[in-house]
């Protein structure tokens, strides 16, 4: 009996990630939306650090510096191991990771569990273990572990997990906590449901510290597709690692992709909801005043890396035809006993959204309860700044297209 128990013990182990890495949503900075293939280099690397740094991002919790795809040269070296294109990083990986070290950032690189990455350089298959070691000698901090290139196809689950797995146990081998991110999909069509990822018992928490619901969040339809996908999957988010709903996109001007101001808010507040990744993917060096007060919001971030680790819920969906064109509210409890409460207007007008009775029976408050209610971007009471357990709150979004309003509802203290 005592044999079999250990043996369950080890068959658990080597299935599982075992790097203490899922404590809370990583906080960051992803290359890809920002210098794509083309922008990949040292120089631009480094200034990225000392932006992370100079602006306050890094002190805000933005501490990991990902290289996506095309950090690396065409071909592996003599010995099989996979390096860094040697015209863009003339001084190599190893080099970069300490740079980035020296600035109190963590380092986060790219591959993929196929043949050759999105862009066709080289990839993972077969060189598993190799790979995670070359990793952990670099002191990598984070793994993003794509899906191109696979023999049998971008969903193919008994092959992708098995490889995926493969990475995985490459990095639990290496005793270096590498924070495993895979990015599912591959083929990247918004139609293709990854939502697997997460429920399939071989995915989620078994097999990586985040995974990807969703394809790439480009613009806003996008987006509204993976907050949509990541509402459906609320139970695995809150078991042993996140739902990755994709990187943030930013409204400053010179990004390649960006979402409207208001918008780019309403991710953010969304994102602190589904307690997911914060990575940064905007022109980071040129991020203007406005984004910048938006991810150094320090409310909203507390809501997302909140230590109960209990992801939010969509609680009320009002919808014209498609979940899209809707008002919702939006629920995410917190260690402190509060709830913060988003409020969204996805109309083409202004709106008002009422938390009734069916959005009061979702919350944990007792009915009659005398409630604070705080505006996280005003940094102060809201405009209702009371309410009463059980009893019609109404917020007013003298907008729609994306508008939301993010508040804390806290039990008063009766002295
Ligand atoms: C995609 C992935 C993107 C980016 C790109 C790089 O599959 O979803 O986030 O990593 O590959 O080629």
Redesign the pocket.
Known sequence: MAKLAVCLALVKLGESLDNGLSQAPPMGY?T?NDLG?KNMNEANIKAVANTLVDSGLRDAGFVYLNL???WMAPNRDASGRLQGNPETFPTGMKALADYIHSKGLKFGI?SDRGSA???GLPASLGSEELDAQTFAEWDVDYL?H???HSSTGPNDKDQLFKEFGLMRDGLNATGRPIFYSV?G??D?KPWSDIKYYASDPRGGGALANSW?IS??VVEWQSCQLAYLADAELTEYGSNGGFNDP??LLGSSDGSARSLTSVRSRSQFNLWAILMAPLMIGANIRELDAYDLATYTNKEVIAVNQDPMRKQGRLIVMNKVLVPQISTSIWARELASGNVALLFMNNLRKSSSIVCGSDCWSELPFEAGAALDVRDLWSFGPAETASAVAGQDYQVDLSSGNGKSSLLIFSARIIV
């Open positions: 992803n890809w293939c996506d795809d095309c790219y990455t999105c862009q993003k794509d899906n191109c990015c999909g591959g990247n990807r394809s790439d994709d990187m």
